[in-house]
């Protein structure tokens, strides 16, 4: 019932930028946190940054200071601003928010991820 669809991946050399964008759509009637997790060949999947309703953020301590995550003006879009990437930091990209959906019953809250987005950092 709800889509998470995220872009903006690609490949960038090292010290280069990029902005990986999600949009959530479906029958939401609220967005408490959104996410963005990443997952390279043969690693487990990480949190890089999160970001609450009420604005707050957390990050990585690998992207600390060169990552930032915001929230567009409609509430139901997040951004990953990501600058001075590193060949660490190659990996798929995932968009993840706790989402209340609006059902016929009521509310549900429930968890959702979107496909992912192929980030490679060259050296």
């Known amino acids: 019932q709800v889509q998470l669809v995220e872009s903006g991946g690609g490949l960038v050399q090292a010290g280069g930028s990029l902005r990986l964008s999600c949009a959530a759509s479906?029958?939401?009637?609220?967005?408490?946190?959104m996410g963005w997790y990443r997952q390279a060949p043969g690693k487990q999947r990480e949190l890089v940054a999160v970001i609450r309703s009420v604005g707050s953020t957390n990050y990585a301590d690998s992207v600390k200071g060169r990552f930032t995550i915001s929230r567009g003006n409609a509430k139901n879009t997040v951004y990953l601003q990501m600058n001075s990437l590193k060949p660490e930091d190659t990996a798929v990209y995932y968009c993840n928010a706790d989402i209340g959906v609006l059902r016929f019953e009521g509310i549900r809250a429930d968890e959702y991820w979107g496909q992912g987005t192929q980030v490679t950092v060259s050296s």
């Open positions: 479906g029958s939401i009637f609220s967005i408490n946190t």
